[in-house]
C-alpha cells in the first residue's frame, strides 16, 4: 500500500485558495480532505492519501518538467526504511513547478514536505523516475501498489 503524506505552513499573510492549488499541483484532492492545525503564529496544512493515484500527478510533473533522470538521483538519496522525504518550492508548486529543495529554508515562504510510504518504495521511485537512455526515458509497464 502506498500512502502519500503533504505538509505545509499557512502563514497570516498567505492566501488559503493559494495554498489549496499548491497542494493541488501535488495531489487531486477536494479541500475538504486538508486538514488544519491551528498553532500560535501560523496554521499547518496536512494531507495524507492512500494508493497509487497519489503519485499520478508526481508522475506527470516530472515528465513534463523533463526532470525525471535529476529527480530519480535526488529522491534515490532520500530513500530512509520505507519512505522517500523531500522538500518542493512552495512558490515553484504553485506555478505547478516541481523545485526540490535540500533545506527548509531554501525556499522563502517555507517548503512543502512530502512522504511517500511503500512496503516497496524502490518500486515507487522506479515507477515516478525510470532511468533514461540518451536522454529518453525508459518507462517501466507497472505501477506499484
Request: some cysteine; proline content about 4%; charged content about 30%.
Amino acid at each position: 500500500m502506498i500512502k502519500t503524506y503533504i505538509k505545509l505552513i499557512f502563514y497570516p499573510t498567505e492566501n488559503y485558495d493559494k495554498l489549496v492549488q499548491v497542494i493541488n499541483n501535488i495531489v487531486d484532492i477536494s479541500r475538504d480532505a486538508i486538514e488544519v492545525d491551528e498553532k500560535k503564529y501560523y496554521k499547518v496544512l496536512r494531507v495524507e492519501i492512500e494508493g497509487n493515484e497519489s503519485l499520478r500527478m508526481i508522475y506527470d510533473g516530472l515528465r513534463k518538467q523533463q526532470i525525471v533522470e535529476s529527480a530519480r538521483h535526488f529522491l534515490l538519496n532520500k530513500i530512509k526504511d520505507d519512505k522517500v522525504e523531500f522538500l518542493l518550492n512552495k512558490q515553484a508548486l504553485f506555478m505547478g513547478k516541481y523545485h526540490f529543495c535540500d533545506r527548509p529554508n531554501e525556499s522563502s515562504m517555507g517548503p512543502v514536505w512530502v512522504e511517500i510510504e511503500s512496503n516497496n518504495i524502490e518500486s515507487v521511485i522506479e515507477y515516478l523516475t525510470p532511468p533514461t537512455k540518451d536522454g529518453k526515458i525508459l518507462e517501466v509497464d507497472y505501477v506499484p501498489k
